[in-house]
């Protein structure tokens, strides 16, 4: 039988007769029923649509923080490996910085050992050619006192000719003189006599004939003294470092006897001179003036040399070094070519041009 929707069934009673039976009361038993499934299907959907939602987001957090722990475990491994490549990276950035130190001053010692090689090959260079020019002075002055002995040398071969014409000539005039009655002692007069006295028909104001006149100087310089005397009083002024004097006296030189070949050399002096003094127009012009009126002078090399050295002085580099390239190749082998490699090579200017 049903009532208000539930199945009341009716079944044999199972309580002994003599038990009193119970008889079901229809109007209160649904009304404590009819609640419960409602309730237990609202606790249900809210225990179903609540537990699964939290199960989802408790899951999805477990993943969450599964995944930082990973990310965070990558950046930790990653910050090890990169200070692990600094520190290798640190290590050979130190060795390279050291060994570029150490190629530093291995290079700097090995420029300041080359600086010291130039300028001990410049000094040695300097003492030769500074040797060489006191021997070419040296050689001058030499070559002065040669001519000048020559002279006297010629003055006294004069002189022995012309007193050996005038004891040929006074035996001859004592026999004209003589009367034609008086034996004749002998064939020729004693030598002494002939010698001490001279014979009244030879004038001594005048050379007797075929007597050779000695030589004099030379017409244009009657006034100064002969050139070697000029040169060789110069030349020992200026040895004694006395140049303002020595270069008047070598302008005297050059005044009085200027094709002499010891002229060229008065000019080059002079030169010098104004070279040493700082000068270096006026001694370029008397360089110049070596070079055009003396070209067959021994100081023409030396010229060209600082020549070159007086324009570089002057910062015209590109005019000395022209001086410089056409000394070494004039005279290639000179020691003034030596010394005027040494300059070149000293300013990093190759000996020849390029093309």
């Not at 009367?179 to 004038?203: I, L």
């Not at 410089?324 to 200017?349: D, T, W, Y």
Request: overall charge positive.
């Amino acid at each position: 039988m049903e009532r208000g929707g539930w199945q009341v069934d009716r079944k044999p009673s199972i309580f002994p007769m003599n038990q009193p039976r119970q008889i079901n009361q229809p109007n209160k038993l649904p009304s404590l029923i009819r609640p419960l499934p409602l309730a237990c299907v609202v606790l249900f959907a809210a225990a179903t649509f609540c537990t699964v939602p939290a199960f989802a987001v408790n899951k999805d957090m477990v993943q969450l923080q599964t995944q930082v722990q990973q990310l965070q475990d990558a950046v930790a491994r990653l910050q090890q490996t990169n200070d692990e490549s600094m520190g290798v990276l640190k290590s050979l950035v130190q060795q390279s910085a050291d060994s570029v130190n150490k190629m530093s001053v291995s290079l700097g010692a090995l420029q300041r050992q080359m600086q010291t090689q130039q300028e001990a090959q410049g000094a040695k260079t300097d003492q030769v050619s500074g040797q060489i020019q006191a021997l070419n002075d040296s050689l001058d002055e030499v070559k002065a006192r040669i001519g000048t002995l020559e002279k006297l040398m010629q003055s006294m071969q004069s002189q022995q000719q012309s007193m050996s014409a005038n004891i040929q000539n006074q035996p001859a005039s004592s026999g004209a003189g003589a009367p034609s009655s008086a034996p004749p002692v002998s064939q020729s007069p004693p030598p002494g006599p002939a010698m001490t006295q001279p014979s009244p028909g030879v004038r001594r104001d005048k050379p007797a004939a075929g007597t050779p006149l000695t030589a004099g100087p030379a017409p244009q310089a009657s006034s100064a003294p002969p050139a070697d005397d000029l040169y060789k009083t110069a030349l020992g002024d200026y040895m004694a470092a006395k140049y303002p004097l020595s270069a008047s006296e070598f302008a005297d030189v050059v005044k009085f006897y200027p094709e002499n070949p010891l002229a060229g050399n008065s000019v080059y002096y002079m030169a010098e001179i104004e070279y040493r003094a700082g000068h270096y127009p006026a001694a370029i012009k008397d360089f110049d003036s070596v070079l055009q009126r003396y070209p067959d002078s021994n100081k023409v090399p030396v010229s060209h040399l600082h020549k070159g050295m007086a324009l570089i002085d002057l910062k015209q580099n590109d005019a000395g070094v022209s001086e410089l390239r056409a000394l070494i190749q004039r005279f290639p082998n000179s020691p003034e070519a030596m010394q005027a490699r040494s300059k070149l090579s000293g300013m990093g200017v190759p000996v020849i041009p390029k093309r």
